[in-house]
């Protein structure tokens, strides 16, 4: 074969691979390839081994599987990666079981809740890559096998593993939920903040680096989230005390220096993070992306939904503040030689560090700068250099966050663990990815390690998988050889291995970081894996999977012992802070520096404690060995598990969105195992195709011969055959088809060519035919032309002729116009100066004598103030002079009533008796004081008599007021409606009078006006008809406006519907809980737990009716036979009521007496009937003796139980039977009486009961706090208290309830008793009863009679029990005519409260009946059907005339008179939305199963399934559901919607729902599945909206608002189809996308595949320029991507009046409803 023309790839040393075309053919032997690059420069390329690997052809360029490649290399994969990540921008790959993740560096909306719901319940390939798909997948598998699944997050720094295990997490708890405790599901989301302020920080590669490594195990039984753990690996604790340039300490410690200035914050001594040691070494304080402050409150909010309290919150703040304060410990030396050191007393931030801590500064300082050394029999003590004292500073502070972040993770742990267990787990594995660096150390080491582990097992794993699908379709499988990375691990893990020699080194006392590299050297320096640099330095390299990585030896050791000093531990032991106590508690004594083995000092004599010897050391583990045993862990775990995997690729070092760097991305590549998995594909047959699949793709290959095969895999095998004429280069097994590398690539080219012969067939005969019409075109048009332009000159001559005629006649009349103007207006302008001068003259005149005569009052005015002026100031004179005098005569008086006032004589005069006076004063006030508290006595006790008295009298007054109130209000109203109409009367016949004469007087002065307002009327007419266009345009406006509002109003009304709804079926649930929660607290008898048990449902009969027992009593008391006379009993007098014998008598003794009088009162009025009888037919007195004595011993033997005698005499019945009619009239309205008192302690029954129902719900809740608190005794006796109480609380209520039923038994005994009386009217009674007050009451016509005790039945009857199939006479609105025509009987009766109480009683049945057929659509359309009739029967007969304009004259007699329906219409009202709404959803449950597999997979155009390029993960079976079968489905639901009778437009909006449903699932699937975005399923879906449109209008509903709704489906096919090239189409295309919202268009277009050979592929510029385009065209406006499915439309629900006259509804007998008799 010819490989001139071929694509093959060369490397690069920047893009590392390119893209070259061999110009020449290649010979066997050749050297050099000549090559053509993009750029169009030649390259002659030498071969010294191998040739460059081949090009995949474009259609596989952006497959969604990587092994779906026909040429699997790293190129290949690297372009695919490349291609998908910059022109589609999608950033999840498959490659076999990987998924690769690109982090876009910019956020997606591909994260939504509808994108979760999307993804869940469908097969992993059924859809595009995505990070939700693998976790389906994973959840699918655990669900279906009930294995344990894992899902292994890796990748480097900034990659996005910690995104992406959150989107993992967050896709578990929204589709398993949460069983039993509802918070489980925020508190696994509310671990993730926490966990990354306490283990995120700021690196150079990513703002926020995970910096250790966790494994988060989610338990799951039911399928239900139950519970979680996290397991952590490996924290980076050296950067708590050092950070590189632009690289920060962890989160929670700038989230605290930014929060310093809260309240509890105050007294920890923080300021900014620049202003400690920790936290500006790496001259990076400030985020870029992120609110230190902001996240502060996210993570304490996240600790209090995880349980940690606030104080220990505020003590946990108090330990990292004092960290930060340990590192601005200033330690200085005391000379220079750097023997010693010292830290200042005063120095502040020892002093904050030992004040938040509770320890004593003085020690601090001193075990700072000193060791204790510790021998067999005597203890040192040393002092530290500067350098030290600052090392053991710093493992200090290193320590306690290790400390604090185990405490921390044990917390969360103890928040997500679940009491009840978990049958199944997924593990999330978010671990560092490999890691290779200019400098590595100890970190980088274990990471490495940690990866080489897992690699292994992945390769393992995917030899696995490789195996057994070659094993399943039974394929000859060769065992080939993979990297197996077990000799590497064995060099780091093994005996004598690089771990073991570090572990011994550390135990060395003298051990170094070089005395270990050389042990390395000696060692494994034969090792393959195994390397010694070549600069001369401690350090090695060893050869990973990934590439080999050199190690720097400094510092291995000593992060290996991780020393901690152990004085200061045991300062840290005895503090203060309880927290910090339990921190060094926990994992006990810490290790002891080994400086102090080495180090000399001043001898020191004590003893030597047991903490201190050296024995102690060994206790605790390194470093390496505690992780090397939880690496083995954690393999032992994932090994146990179903692994998947996420490979996180970082695309650039900048941060950049949407950039990739080929280098870096080749990198991580090789690091994670993608490319080990193509390899291992590679090795065996990495294309493999089902049989059907390869039959629609390449069956234009396939020879008809072939085709006659019997079944698809020998069609196959006959066309492989001919095609690949090597049978090595393809196996077909069982079900599939396995191709070599490369096969499926020159399949395709033999395809292109054979589809590009085709098209150029059909091309040829295209254009010959297109010229053809084309020339006809143009000589019909020729001719057309010339025909038109001949007619058009001649008109044109005839035009001028006209116009030539119409000047002449145009300027006569002007001229006669102008010269007639001009001599009016010359008239005119004489006529008005002749008028202004005559009137300039008179004015004149006038003005000087109006000035004469107001001169003439000015001086009459100003002589009058003149006079008067001088007459004031003569009087004011006069009175001055009169003061004068009288003020000095008043002096001389005062004078000498002063001298008269000294005088001795004058005060013995007016005290002379006084004396005497006083003592007789005295007296009389003591007398009156006595006699005046005996009075007030006596008024006390007038004043109590009188009290009683008064207010006896005046309720009393107050009854008889009212009464008399009563009547004379309505005497009145009648008096003021009499006078009112008359006045109304007398006022419209004037007024009427006085209009005619109007009207006459303006038609006279309108005959006159008309002639003149002729040609006004003229001209207005056009003025006029344009504002009625103005008014009309502005009506139009004004009433969409009023639409759209009213269109909100309903859709708020609606919404507030739906949530009452929803409460209601909460408060159910809530109802249900409480009596469980009951039953599994209280102890109780069986008989009252079957009592509790029952209780929901009895308060809700409660609730709607009057109880069953109760409707039996009166059914029973008042018998068959009195039905229709209750509304013409009539009261009893007062006297006859039995008297109480005691005040607290028992009201149910009380009725037991009542009812015995009551008989005794009828055997009285029977005794003085007898008497009359007697009287009256004195001749006859003998024989009617006899009679009356057989009827009164019958009345007496049956009122004790015995059997009547046979004899009967019609005549003596007939009178006794009158007789019993009067006393049974006696008897009704009494036991009406009583069943008021019975209902009125019924309710107070039913309070007891909601009594008992709050203490239980109190009692469950303190239930509930007692399993939180069980240490609170004092709670615990309490609540042994509240259940004695609510068990003697039941007793009494089970004794109040069997006491109910036993005089419920008593009286039924006795109205059976009275029932008796009626002897052989019996059962004949009733309807001639009943027929006798129909008699009576002739206008009450079209109605159903009934009592208040039928209500149950009715219910039951007519809504519990209805099934309109059961007999031919029933139509769907049967049940709503029924309880219309019983609601017009109570309105008829006046009885407002039992109309009420039927339609709440129809309201709450209708309600239990769709809770519990809630998936029936033919039964909630039924009731909906029926809720409308019922809900417009009372619209159509209430009072409101605008609802009665239709009806007829019959119709318009039976409108109701009493009851008002309007409350009722709103419950109704109210009532039908819910329906509504259910039925929606009903429907959407049979729909949405089908939406997908007919509307996008389902293929009605066959033949163009081929283009549906290879590589594409699709189901192998065809579709489950077709159009045909969904349009079908839908015109079932039309159907059952038009057989129930409800309106048309109600339909219409249901389907209009509907149909929206399948647009934006269809549409939300097409985004969502790169394989549907291509021409060949744009026509295939416009085809299908066309048969869905074509099915609208032959069904009539093409007015139903489907087009709107199906409009953003159609722009979609319309998108896919267009020509997507240049800037012209891009402007065409976002005129057409006019619905579509611009993430929507651009996500087609980045999906979009185009056939190949046919079209090319979208440019990246041709998106910008769309993109850009829409977003100008929005205006930035925010969108979404996916269609909000959920969204329900307002529904108006429409009045339709009822062509059915009531009186012509016949009730089938089948109903079983003989107790309701029409009237």
Request: with cysteine; aromatic share 8%; proline share 4%.
């Amino acid at each position: 074969m010819s490989l001139q023309g071929a694509r093959v790839w060369i490397p690069d040393c920047i893009e590392v691979w390119r893209v070259a075309e061999i110009t020449r053919d290649y010979k066997e032997g050749d050297t050099i390839l000549h090559l053509c690059l993009e750029d169009g420069s030649a390259l002659a390329y030498s071969i010294e081994f191998q040739l460059p690997p081949l090009c995949n052809p474009d259609c596989l360029s952006d497959a969604d599987d990587l092994v779906a490649l026909s040429y699997l290399h790293e190129p290949a994969v690297l372009h695919s990666l490349r291609r998908r990540f910059l022109e589609a921008n999608a950033i999840y790959t498959y490659c076999g079981i990987i998924l690769v993740a690109i982090n876009p560096y910019k956020p997606l909306p591909i994260y939504e809740e509808e994108v979760i719901y999307a993804y869940s319940g469908h097969e992993m390939g059924d859809m595009d890559p995505h990070i939700f798909a693998l976790a389906e997948e994973a959840y699918k598998q655990m669900v279906r096998f009930g294995k344990n699944q894992s899902l292994i997050v890796s990748g480097e720094s900034g990659a996005g593993k910690t995104v992406s295990a959150k989107y993992a997490m967050r896709y578990f708890t929204t589709v398993g939920g949460c069983l039993g405790d509802s918070s489980m599901e925020e508190k696994v989301l509310a671990s993730s903040p926490v966990m990354e302020a306490f283990g995120n920080a700021r690196t150079t590669r990513n703002d926020n680096s995970s910096r250790f490594g966790k494994y988060i195990k989610i338990g799951f039984s039911q399928a239900c989230v139950t519970g979680a753990t996290i397991k952590t690996y490996l924290l980076e604790k050296s950067r708590v005390t050092f950070q590189a340039k632009a690289e920060r300490n962890y989160h929670i410690f700038y989230q605290l220096c930014a929060s310093a200035t809260l309240p509890e914050l105050q007294g920890l001594g923080l300021h900014g993070a620049e202003s400690f040691h920790y936290t500006c070494q790496g001259q990076c304080t400030t985020p870029q992306s992120t609110t230190d402050a902001a996240d502060l409150d996210s993570t304490r909010h996240a600790f209090s939904l995880l349980g940690v309290p606030e104080s220990d919150q505020l003590e946990l703040f108090n330990i990292l503040a004092a960290i930060l304060h340990l590192g601005n410990i200033v330690v200085r030396g005391r000379d220079r030689r750097g023997d010693g050191c010292f830290v200042e007393p005063a120095d502040e931030a020892l002093g904050l560090f030992c004040t938040l801590l509770g320890i004593e500064a003085s020690q601090v300082m001193h075990w700072l700068c000193h060791r204790k050394l510790v021998t067999a029999g005597e203890t040192y003590l040393k002092p530290l250099s500067r350098q030290q004292a600052l090392n053991s500073r710093d493992a200090l502070a290193k320590h306690m966050y290790g400390q604090v972040f185990r405490w921390m993770v044990s917390r969360v742990n103890c928040a997500l663990r679940s009491l009840e267990g978990h049958h199944t787990t997924i593990g999330i594995l978010d671990i560092y990815g490999f890691e290779m660096f200019e400098l590595n150390s100890f970190e980088q080491f274990c990471i490495n390690y940690a990866n080489e582990k897992l690699q292994q097992l992945f390769n393992l794993h995917v030899f696995k998988l490789e195996q057994e699908e070659y094993v399943t379709e039974e394929i000859p499988w060769v065992f080939v050889d993979f990297c197996d990375n077990q000799p590497c691990i064995e060099l780091i893990e093994g005996r004598l291995g690089i771990l073991d020699l570090l572990n011994e080194e550390c135990k060395m006392p003298q051990g170094s970081d070089g005395s270990w590299a050389q042990k390395l050297y000696q060692i494994h320096l034969g090792s393959s894996h195994f390397q010694k640099p070549k600069r001369p330095t401690d350090a090695f390299i060893v050869c990973h999977f990934a590439g080999k990585v050199e190690y720097q030896c400094d510092g291995f050791v000593e992060k290996n012992r991780d020393a901690v000093p152990e004085e200061l531990v045991g300062l840290l032991r005895a503090s203060k802070s309880t927290l910090l106590t339990e921190l060094f508690l926990e994992e006990g004594d810490g290790p002891v520096s080994l400086q102090s083995r080495r180090s000399s000092g001043p001898r020191m004599a004590g003893r030597p404690s047991r903490r201190s010897l050296p024995g102690s050391q060994k206790s605790k583990r390194s470093i390496s060995s505690q992780f090397k045993v939880s690496l083995n862990k954690l393999m032992e775990m994932l090994s146990s598990t179903t692994p998947h995997y996420i490979r996180c690729i970082k695309p650039n070092d900048g941060k950049q969105p949407f950039v990739f760097d080929s280098r870096r991305a080749v990198e991580q590549l090789r690091a994670c195992g993608v490319l080990e998995t193509i390899r291992i594909s590679a090795s065996g047959y990495p294309s493999r195709w089902t049989y059907k699949e390869f039959l629609e793709r390449y069956r234009a290959l396939v020879s008809r011969e072939e085709l006659m095969g019997t079944h698809e895999k020998q069609i196959c095998s006959l066309a492989l055959e001919r095609l690949l004429q090597d049978p090595s280069k393809y196996q077909c097994g069982k079900n599939k088809v396995f191709f070599r590398a490369g096969q499926v690539a020159y399949l395709e080219d033999l395809r292109y060519r054979r589809l590009r012969a085709a098209c150029t067939l059909l091309q040829r005969h295209l254009r010959g035919w297109l010229a053809r019409r084309r020339f006809g075109r143009t000589r019909a048009a020729a001719v057309c032309l010339q025909r038109h332009a001949r007619g058009m000159l001649a008109r044109r001559f005839t035009r001028m002729l006209r116009r030539t005629r119409a000047a002449v006649v145009l300027q006569k009349t002007l001229r006669m116009v102008l010269a007639r103007r001009s001599y009016l207006r010359m008239r005119q302008a004489v006529v008005t100066i002749q008028a202004f001068a005559r009137g300039m003259f008179v004015r004149r005149l006038y003005q000087q004598m109006v000035r004469h005569q107001k001169a003439v009052v000015i001086q009459a005015a100003v002589r009058g103030w003149l006079a008067r002026t001088r007459y004031a100031r003569l009087r004011r004179a006069v009175i001055y002079l009169q003061c004068c005098y009288r003020r000095v005569q008043a002096c001389r008086e005062l004078r000498r009533l002063r001298v008269e006032a000294r005088s001795v004589e004058h005060y013995k005069q007016l005290h002379k008796g006084m004396e005497i006076k006083v003592i007789q004063l005295q007296c009389r006030l003591d007398e009156q004081a006595q006699e005046k508290q005996r009075l007030v006595e006596q008024l006390l006790q007038l004043n109590a008599a009188h009290a009683e008295e008064v207010q006896h009298l005046r309720a009393e007054m107050q009854r008889l007021r009212e009464d008399a109130a009563r009547d004379v209000q309505v005497q009145q109203l009648q008096e003021r409606l009499a006078e009112l109409e008359r006045h109304s009367m007398k006022s419209c016949l004037g007024q009427e009078v006085e209009e005619l004469r109007q009207r006459l007087s303006e038609v006279e002065a309108m005959k006159l006006q008309l002639g003149e307002e002729r040609d006004a009327l003229i001209q207005r007419m056009s003025e006029q008809s344009q504002d009625l266009e103005e008014q009309h345009q502005r009506a139009a406006r004004e009433s969409q406006g009023l639409l759209q509002e009213l269109e909100e109003e309903r859709a708020r009304y609606q919404s507030l519907v739906q949530e009452y709804a929803r409460l209601e079926q909460g408060y159910e649930n809530l109802r249900d809980e409480v009596a469980f929660h009951r039953q599994s607290t209280l102890r109780r008898s069986p008989s009252s737990e079957s009592f509790l048990g029952s209780e929901s449902s009895y308060l809700s009969s409660m609730s709607t009716a009057p109880s069953r027992d109760g409707s039996d009593q009166q059914a029973e008391a008042s018998g068959d036979t009195g039905g229709g006379l209750e509304e013409r009993w009539q009261p009893v007098p007062e006297g006859l009521h039995p008297q109480p014998s005691s005040v607290g008598q028992d009201p149910f003794e009380k009725a037991y007496l009542l009812l015995l009088g009551q008989l005794n009162a009828a055997n009285e009025e029977l005794a003085w009937t007898r008497e009359e009888l007697r009287r009256s037919k004195a001749p006859m007195e003998q024989e009617e003796r006899k009679p009356l004595d057989f009827l009164k011993r019958r009345h007496i033997a049956e009122m004790l139980g015995l059997g009547r005698s046979p004899e009967k005499v019609d005549d003596d019945l007939k009178h006794a039977y009158d007789a019993v009619q009067v006393a049974n009239k006696l008897l009704a309205s009494q036991l009406r009486e009583e069943k008021q008192q019975h209902e009125e302690e019924v309710e107070g029954l039913h309070l007891d009961i909601c009594s008992l129902k709050k203490l239980s719900q109190q009692q469950a809740a303190l239930i509930q706090d007692l399993q939180r608190h069980q240490e609170q005794e004092g709670l615990q006796h309490r609540v042994l208290q509240l259940q004695e109480e609510n068990r003697e609380l039941a007793q009494k209520l089970e004794k109040q309830e069997r006491t109910t039923l036993k005089l419920q038994k008593q009286l039924r005994t006795y109205a059976e008793q009275i029932q008796e009386l009626t002897g052989k009217r019996e059962a004949t009674g009733p309807a001639q009863e009943l027929a006798a007050s129909a008699a009576v009451l002739s206008q009450s016509q079209a109605m159903l009679a009934w009592r208040m005790e039928d209500e149950g039945r009715i219910i039951k009857a007519v809504i519990t029990d209805y099934k309109p199939q059961r007999s031919p006479g029933m139509f769907p609105d049967l049940p709503a005519y029924i309880l219309f025509l019983c609601f017009r009987h109570a309105d008829h009766c006046c009885d407002e409260l039992r109309a009420r109480s039927l339609l709440d009683a129809a309201i709450n049945a209708i309600k239990r009946v769709m809770k519990k057929h809630s998936d029936d659509f033919d039964m909630v359309a039924l009731w909906l059907a029926n809720t409308c009739r019922l809900l417009n029967c009372l619209h159509q007969y209430s009072q409101d005339k605008s609802y009665c304009q239709g009806n007829t004259v019959q119709q318009n007699k039976h409108r109701l008179q009493n009851v008002d329906p309007q409350s009722s219409c709103r419950s109704l009202g109210a009532l039908a939305v819910q329906l509504y709404q259910q039925l929606i959803r009903t429907a959407e449950k049979h729909l949405k199963p089908m939406i997908v597999a007919a509307m996008l997979e389902s293929e009605p155009i066959q033949g163009l399934s081929s283009s549906c390029p290879p590589g594409h993960h699709r189901s192998s079976a065809g579709p489950a559901h077709t159009l045909p079968e969904l349009l079908q489905q839908l015109g079932s639901f039309c159907a059952v919607l038009d057989r129930h009778g409800l309106a048309p437009s109600v339909g219409h909006q249901a389907l209009r729902q509907l149909l929206f449903l399948i647009s934006g699932t269809t549409l939300n699937y097409l985004l969502l599945r790169k394989d549907m975005c291509s021409w060949s399923r744009g026509i295939q879906l416009r085809y299908n909206i066309s048969q869905l449109e074509q099915w609208l209008r032959a069904e009539g509903l093409q007015q139903s608002g489907a087009h709107e709704v199906l409009e953003p489906l159609v722009q979609a096919a319309q998108l896919l189809q267009v020509k997507k090239v240049t800037e012209e189409d891009a402007a065409a295309l976002c005129s057409l996308c006019t619905v579509l919202s611009p993430q929507q268009v651009v996500k087609i277009l980045r999906a979009y595949t185009p056939a190949v050979g046919l079209e090319e592929r979208i440019s990246p510029s041709f998106i910008s320029s769309v993109e850009k385009q829409l977003q100008d065209q929005y205006g930035g406006r925010p969108s979404q991507l996916l269609v909000d499915t959920s969204h329900l439309f307002p529904v108006h629900l429409p009045f339709v009046a009822s062509p059915l006259h009531l009186d012509e509804l016949r009730i089938p007998d089948a109903l079983d409803l003989a107790f309701l008799v029409p009237l």
